[in-house]
């Protein structure tokens, strides 16, 4: 991530506003979204624009379109995804993880499509998700844009008003959204695994000792 933020540092010229709007673009996808956190990113445009080699108000223009950009080609990936699952067997495994993932998100549809931004696994899981359960588009892109929007907007003007603080602060976020959730999230697909194993080993010992 240090180096990726570098690379970006070390662009000059109008190049750096693609740059930054591609990088916006990927923090909403696969793989790239799921490990890489966009708060340092953002606080570097900040900077940027406070020691004037970018403008403010351009990057502000460059970045939220592509906050949109990203969910949105995230939801159609997962209409794409819908749709070859339904080719498929019921009894295939992505078929019920993704099945399984449209019930866990259907009670919090409004807080996920707003806030998942703030979370890297999340942001690339949940608009294939709402993609894949055929919510509303618009509906889905107004909540998403106006998560987007703020989290864009505090990290970077936050960057350009008090440099040094938030540079390290997003830093410390990045790392502990990824150091932090997906260990968790591993420990309870395998806490999950466990308790399915145990259960099938206790419907198995009755069959066997009746015969």
Not at 4 to 9: E, P, R, S, Y
Not at 162 to 180: K, N, P, Q
Request: glycine residues 10%; contains cysteine; positive net charge.
């Amino acid at each position: 991530m240090t180096a990726l933020t570098q690379a970006v540092d070390g662009l000059h010229g109008s190049v750096i506003y693609p740059a930054f709007a591609l990088l916006t673009v990927l923090l909403f996808l696969l793989p790239v979204g799921v490990v890489v956190p966009g708060e340092p990113f953002f606080v570097l445009a900040g900077v940027m624009a406070a020691s004037g080699r970018i403008s403010l108000p351009l990057i502000l223009v460059v970045l939220l379109p592509s906050a949109v950009l990203g969910p949105y080609l995230g939801y159609r990936a997962g209409r794409g995804l819908d749709a070859r699952l339904q080719r498929t067997g019921p009894t295939s495994t992505l078929r019920k993880l993704v099945a399984k993932g449209e019930r866990a998100l259907q009670a919090h549809r409004i807080l996920a499509s707003t806030c998942c931004c703030w979370v890297p696994p999340l942001r690339t899981t949940v608009p294939m998700l709402i993609g894949a359960a055929r919510q509303p588009l618009r509906s889905y892109l107004a909540l998403s844009a106006a998560g987007t929007s703020v989290w864009i907007a505090l990290f970077v003007l936050g960057g350009y008003f008090a440099r040094s603080f938030f540079e390290a602060a997003a830093t410390g976020v990045g790392i502990v959204l990824v150091g932090v959730l997906v260990p968790v999230a591993v420990v309870r697909m395998v806490r999950r695994r466990l308790q399915r194993t145990r259960a099938t080993g206790q419907v198995r010992q009755p069959s066997s000792e009746g015969l």
